[in-house]
């Protein structure tokens, strides 16, 4: 679904092209590019052609690099050591991931230390968790448990748990969704918080695969509650992200592959907004009469900017 | 969760507690009861105090019984058996599961015999397929099948999968959203069939599971499509029902113990409807503000009909 920019025909009433007219604009009203990783830097464990070169490129103009990204299944540290293997030098404070969020999210909220937390998810929450000072259940270690459902069953859960954190989890199962659903139905007050809300994500090279808003949509039909989004287009990171870069909204550009996560998330943040075709959204998407949601930019890739900036 | 007949003072603007007074009217006004099995009949395997009792005394009335369930893990023939071994004679014929709607579905809708249907619950779906002539894949047989997630992964499907049938499934796991939802998205005209969309179930004595609408949910936001509801509220399964009794809906009472699924089913099709408080409906959940559907009558379980036609 990779487009070369040349390809890149979508029109829409205000999205324009990113132009060699346009760019230098773009570039002069922007100290600080937000970059989604998933279909944006690469695909899978794939890093999409050019990238490398255009964030040198941006680097070398003064601009702040930042990483948003609704993938839950690493954390932060874990990101910049992908980032790493991919010969890209990212430092963990350049990372923001919907993992590190919902850890962040209990932070702000005063979430007390000896409640529990569990987690319908990856490794990634479960070591934010930790390093915010939390004590995390289930994830991983939950994802081969079976239930036998006999009749004098009686399923036990942890009455200390105080948040549930659901995200995409490979390992979903019914012993989670009853755990999970247990503690948000019967402990009093217990939260129950979302990463991120995606269909669907390219986990491999070549395929979609199921998002966590397959695992929060199970959770939601379940305990009938709606949960807390912390990752896109949820804007509660913003808070972190302008502490640390001290930069003003406006003067942001987010880069991304997803109208209803990237560019919502942006366009409510007041960034300027540039979308990609190298992952989730076609032009025939963008240009789809049901959509709604329109970038300022698209292009067909992020080395783009880099093409167009040159000779 | 049981109550007695005597502790059920719900209230609404429409529903009557079932009375002395009232039964002979209901009872003289009716010629077929159906019955929801979950949280009425019995609860995980344990029968409901005296519903032997009742409904031989229903039958001694002269009144047809008729069986209607959202439970999807067994066919009907397992659900004779499962009444048979609570020593209850009920024929296959007065059976009607949503694994058997589901089926019924797919040949009143001329699906093709050389079209295969995935699977993603149990093994009643699986048997109501192949009773009706068709070749169904998954079920259980996916139960324990796990994804790589390796960049290079590609993951197949069965191109001639033409329907993919969606259920309450304890082994739900990853690889059947995916399987599911990559033949709901890329097999052309690739029907997408729920038996239900119940929240939760009784399948154990004495807690509530996640139901068919958890796997129904998870799909929905995978594929980001509505299925085809089959099982209750949804009256598709009536017409099967009216071929066998010849009995007019108006001439039916409803028994069941959810609102949104049995009440709305009996009052969709015509029927009288009776909520029970022997399942997952409280007195106060009834009484609800925000609880738009009211049935004709309530009562604490089953076989207050049998203590309040007794001297």
């Known amino acids: 679904m990779e487009s070369d920019s040349s390809t890149a025909t979508a029109d829409s009433s205000t999205a324009k092209p990113l132009s060699r007219d346009n760019l230098g604009g773009l570039l002069d009203s922007v100290d600080a590019f937000l970059f989604d990783c998933d279909g944006v830097i690469w695909r899978g464990d794939s890093l999409i052609d050019g990238v490398a070169e255009t964030l040198s490129f941006l680097r070398s103009k003064g601009k702040k690099l930042v990483f948003v990204t609704n993938n839950s299944r690493k954390s932060r540290r874990q990101y910049s050591k992908k980032f790493q293997s991919l010969a890209i030098s990212v430092s963990e404070d350049e990372i923001f991931t919907s993992s590190f969020a919902a850890a962040m999210f209990l932070r702000v909220n005063n979430f007390p230390q000896d409640k529990k937390v569990y987690v319908v998810g990856g490794e990634g929450i479960l070591e934010e968790l930790q390093l915010a000072g939390y004590t995390g259940l289930g994830g991983p270690e939950d994802g081969k448990k079976v239930v036998d459902l006999k009749s004098d069953e009686i399923f036990e859960h942890d009455k200390s748990v105080g948040a549930v954190v659901v995200g995409l989890d490979p390992q979903i199962n019914y012993y989670k969704l009853q755990y999970g659903s247990l503690c948000i139905r019967e402990n009093p007050g217990c939260l129950f918080v979302a990463t991120n809300r995606d269909a669907a994500g390219h986990l491999t090279r070549s395929q979609e695969w199921p998002g966590a808003g397959a695992m929060v949509a199970a959770m939601c039909a379940v305990t009938q509650k709606e949960p807390i989004v912390v990752g896109k287009p949820s804007t509660f990171l913003m808070e972190f992200l ?28 007041g960034c300027k907004t540039l979308l990609v075709f190298s992952g989730c959204t076609s032009p025939s998407l963008l240009q789809d009469p049901s959509n709604k949601i329109h970038p300022d930019y698209y292009a067909g890739k992020v080395s783009d900017i880099l093409q167009l900036s040159g000779p």
Chains 1, 2 share one sequence.
């Not at 942001?252 to 997803?258: A, L, P, S």
């Open 242 to 269: 302008l502490q640390k870069f001290n930069i003003d909204c406006s003067r942001m550009c987010m880069v991304g592959d997803r109208l209803d996560t990237d560019i919502l998330f942006g366009q409510s943040a």
